[in-house]
Every structure is written in C-alpha cells, then in structure tokens.
C-alpha cells in the first residue's frame, strides 16, 4: 500500500531509526538523529521525546505501529499527538501468525478500523510488504519485532542511509516511560521480552549481524558493539556501555 510513494519519500534521504533501547539515556545522539533527513519512531516512541530531546532528537516524520492500542503494544495513537508533531507517514506491518510462519494480508485483527480510516484520511499510510515480512520471519523462525521488521521494510527502498539506533535486543531496559501505564515495569518487561519465544531476540541479533555490510547500514556506537559481541548475554552489557562511556 503506498509503496511507490513510500519510495519516492525516503528516496536518496538519510534515514534514522530510533528504538525504545534504555541505553540512549546515557549517550547524547539527539544531534545524531536531528541531522538526518528522515527520522523514524516506534509504537510509542513520540511519548519519550519530551523530557529526552538531548538523547532522542525531537522531530517525527514516520511512525512504525503495529496497531494494537494496548500500553503493553503499540500505545494509543493520538491523532492530535501526531498532528503536533507534524508526522508525515504511518507504517504498519501485516498480520501474522503466533510464530510468524503464516502471514495475512490485513492488520492485526485487534486494530480499531475507524482509527485506521481515520489515520488514513490524516496521513500517508503504508503496509510492509507481506512477502518481505514472510521471508523475513522464515529467515529468523519466528515473529519479527515491528521495529525490527522496520529495519527491512525501510532498507527495501531507495534511501540513501539507515542509521539505526536504541536497539538492544533488550539487553537492557526500556527507556523510562515507555511501557507507562503496563502492569510491569521498564525493566521487568524487557527482561520478558529478552526470553520471548514468539520474538526470538537470538535470531533477530543473529540475522542483523549477517547484514551489517549493507552499505545502506549505519549504527549508533552501542549497537555496533553488540553487533560484535560472540553471544547476547545480558550480563555483557553493563561493562559495555561502562566501556563506550569513557570513549564517546
């Protein structure tokens, strides 16, 4: 849907993709985000810009959804919040099934159709192609996370640069306020997230590691260390960003 306008909107643009990761907190690559032509936000991103502007940037011009307006998903997509914001585009993925081995050609079923037409009248709209996200999930054997199916979605078209950031595989914790209003925590959701079956974090790390020399491909100094540790151990990660800490 959209798809030849989707392209000719990212067409030869730098394009930063900014993750939910806690780690952000202690960098400041809110520069590093403004200075690209397109920024990218996921499911309830929007909300932590706020109070975080020196470490996320400020500006929103696509949101990734996945259409679920639970705090523990996609969060309420406030029309009016977005307008603020002056987002120009909306981005979901297609259905699928539990384990990602089955894909359907609509949103998910729990999605409030009068807000999809709603966003629609509002907003540029675009689905990821259900074929990418069928060999994705069939390359990773599992459900992609919405921000990682992102990631390919955007790297099928014509852009110039995908600077990628806040991504952890939660190896850390949500930035503080992103799962506000979820009967678990920041932390304690993560630390489910890291050992969810359906989103197999393992697999999505592997498969991202096998494709970091896409030329396309730029990530920020945390994920770029990940992307270089042997195993994704949670308790690596404290000592890592100790490390980068005394280096950036």
Not at 18 to 44: C, T
Not at 114 to 128: G, P, R, T
Request: with cysteine; net charge positive.
């Amino acid at each position: 849907m959209n798809k030849s306008k989707f392209n000719s909107f990212l067409k030869n643009k730098t394009v930063a993709l900014v993750g939910p990761a806690n780690y952000l907190s202690q960098f400041k690559f809110g520069k590093e985000i403004n200075s690209k032509d397109i920024v990218v936000r996921i499911n309830r991103g929007i909300e932590l810009i706020k109070n975080n502007e020196i470490h996320l940037g400020n500006r929103t011009d696509v949101l990734y959804n996945c259409m679920v307006e639970h705090p523990d998903n996609g969060g309420v997509i406030d029309i009016n919040e977005l307008l603020k914001n002056k987002v120009k585009w909306i981005c979901t993925v297609p259905h699928s099934s539990f384990d990602g081995s089955k894909i359907y050609p609509f949103v998910h079923p729990k999605a409030n159709l009068i807000k999809l037409i709603k966003l629609n009248l509002k907003f540029n709209f675009h689905i990821c192609d259900s074929k990418l996200l069928k060999n994705l999930n069939k390359n990773l054997s599992c459900r992609a996370n919405t921000g990682f199916a992102a990631i390919f979605d955007l790297l099928q078209h014509d852009l110039k640069e995908l600077y990628i950031t806040g991504f952890s595989f939660y190896l850390d914790s949500f930035l503080k306020g992103y799962k506000k209003g979820c009967n678990r925590d920041e932390e304690n959701f993560s630390l489910d997230c890291f050992k969810s079956v359906r989103h197999n974090q393992q697999e999505q790390w592997q498969y991202l590691k096998e494709s970091k020399n896409n030329r396309k491909l730029n990530f920020d100094p945390v994920l770029s260390e990940i992307l270089e540790m042997d195993t994704l151990d949670r308790n690596l990660f404290n000592p890592l960003i100790e490390k980068l800490k005394r280096k950036i």
